[in-house]
């Protein structure tokens, strides 16, 4: 079964320029979830979507939204972008949320974004 | 105000040793655990998974310990090898969240 895939890989954006990441989770899981990682913040929570929704959201401005499209891919975008979102930006799936277990949550490899 | 905590950045293990990865969190409501392991440029790997139900989990070489009233997990490899040389994170979350919390990591050195 292959696993989350996201793309692009790497890339390089110039400062106040706007960026969509992509992101296709597991076969069969429903909820996709975005973390940034940095040096300095380590793995922070962006946001989480389920059957397209929204449902929780991480402390982060308003230029970074997401959403989730009815075959359970998704996207992110970054708008007007500051050095400081320098990061690798991981998207991570499972098969639900919610519920009175946990969900395991399984991250593809990543986009790294480099702003200049 | 760190809700997970894993206070030591780094540890050095012999080959075959036992390595013992700790994680502390501080709230309450977390009732889910995993470990994850990371190579440098790659995504993380889910590990191991714990309930706030269960007290242990065992997955091969890596057992899982928690012990709720110290708000405490650790991570158990044994025996350890070369290539578990990575960063491991603990994350929890709480009600079935995908809002996991991940704690700082720390870096695993197996040595040969």
């Known amino acids: 079964k292959a696993g989350v895939t996201q793309t692009p890989r790497y890339l390089i954006k110039t400062r106040g320029q706007q960026v969509t990441l992509s992101c296709s989770p597991i076969?069969?899981?429903?909820?996709v979830s975005w973390y940034q990682q940095t040096p300095g913040q380590g793995l922070q929570f962006l946001f989480e979507y389920f059957s397209e929704t929204q449902r929780n959201k991480g402390n982060f401005p308003g230029r970074f939204s997401g959403r989730q499209f009815s075959n359970s891919r998704s996207e992110m975008n970054v708008s007007t972008l500051e050095l400081g979102d320098s990061a690798l930006y991981l998207c991570?799936?499972?098969?639900?949320?919610?519920?009175?277990?946990?969900?395991?949550?399984?991250f593809g490899e990543g986009s790294w974004l480099t702003v200049v | 105000d760190q809700q997970v905590k894993q206070n030591s950045p780094s540890l050095s293990v012999q080959e075959g040793r036992i390595s013992i990865l700790n994680c502390d969190y501080t709230?309450?409501?977390?009732?889910?655990f995993l470990w994850y392991k990371k190579y440098p440029a790659e995504g993380p790997t889910f590990l191991i998974s714990?309930?706030?139900?269960?007290d242990k989990n065992e997955d091969g070489r890596f057992t899982v310990f928690l012990n709720k009233s110290a708000k405490h997990l650790s991570l158990h490899i044994v025996p350890s090898q070369p290539g578990d040389s990575a960063v491991y994170f603990c994350?929890?979350?709480?009600?079935?969240?995908?809002?996991?919390?991940f704690g700082p990591g720390t870096r695993l050195s197996v040595l040969p």
């Open positions: 994350a929890a979350s709480e009600q079935g969240g995908q809002n996991f919390v």
């Open positions: 709230n309450s409501m977390f009732d889910y």
């Open positions: 991570a799936s499972s098969l639900s949320t919610g519920g009175s277990s946990g969900n395991t949550i399984y």
């Open positions: 714990i309930s706030s139900i269960k």
């Open positions: 076969s069969g899981h429903r909820s």
